[in-house]
């Protein structure tokens, strides 16, 4: 099992805002360490969508946000659009010395 | 523009040895800072982290597979390779090579993926 939790699936209609969440512990979020989302439509490989908790690389739109308190972080879309439909997953770093993921998300844009 | 490609075989037998090559254009391994890590995902389920490369020839490996999992560098031909023993259907699965884009907070994050190649193994 994956060691963020993340709720498996979200849905909105489009212009709606749809929030993802992703849920660690004191060995990785809650540690200190910075969160970093991905967007993978079916067939595709992920995307960098926000790294460093809530920094967007260029081209990403920023309808797309992020935070994160504690040992939890979350994702939010606002004005939800068709293309927004895809698999998001977090994505951490752990005592351990190793990379963490979430179990992903699916949201449907209704 | 970085772009990274996977390559090997479609499919493997239960017990073999699977090994994977990315070769990456757009940036030089040797340069300071570079790291690439091997990242996979069962059909239909979440992505796992393998193990990363490092310019400097660290390597660190997923605690759960390390005693499988080799990764290994070419620099002269901009390439990483992975290695995995004893391969189970169980391993079945996306194989996908990315670049380290960065640290925020120790916490490296992923800038360039490549396509991924799937690697199915037969019992």
């Known amino acids: 099992q994956c060691v963020l939790t993340q709720t498996p699936s979200v849905s909105g209609a489009p212009g709606q805002r749809v929030s993802i969440s992703c849920t660690g512990n004191?060995?990785?979020?809650?540690?200190?360490?910075?969160v970093h989302w991905y967007q993978q439509h079916p067939g595709r490989a992920p995307k960098l969508l926000i790294y460093?908790?809530?920094n967007r690389p260029s081209g990403v739109p920023d309808r797309f946000s992020g935070s994160k308190s504690g040992t939890s972080a979350s994702l939010a879309i606002t004005g939800l659009q068709a293309e927004d439909e895809a698999d998001y997953y977090c994505?951490?770093?752990?005592?351990?010395?190793?990379?963490?993921f979430g179990g992903g998300t699916k949201v449907t844009v209704l | 523009q970085v772009t990274l490609k996977e390559s090997g075989p479609a499919l493997v037998k239960s017990t073999q040895t699977l090994t994977l090559t990315c070769t990456f254009s757009g940036v030089s391994l040797s340069a300071t800072g570079m790291s690439v890590s091997w990242i996979r995902q069962p059909p239909g389920k979440a992505l796992e982290w393998l193990a990363r490369i490092d310019w400097d020839d660290d390597k660190i490996y997923s605690t759960s597979l390390k005693t499988r999992i080799t990764i290994s560098k070419d620099t002269s031909k901009n390439q990483v390779v992975l290695t995995m023993t004893n391969m189970d259907p169980v391993d079945t699965a996306t194989y996908y090579c990315?670049?380290?884009?960065?640290?925020?907070?120790?916490?490296?994050?992923?800038?360039?993926w490549g396509q991924g190649t799937l690697v199915t193994v037969s019992s």
């Open positions: 994505q951490s770093y752990d005592n351990s010395l190793t990379v963490v």
């Open positions: 004191s060995s990785n979020i809650g540690a200190g360490y910075d």
């Open positions: 990315a670049r380290i884009g960065g640290y925020s907070y120790g916490a490296p994050y992923f800038d360039f």
């Open positions: 460093g908790n809530n």
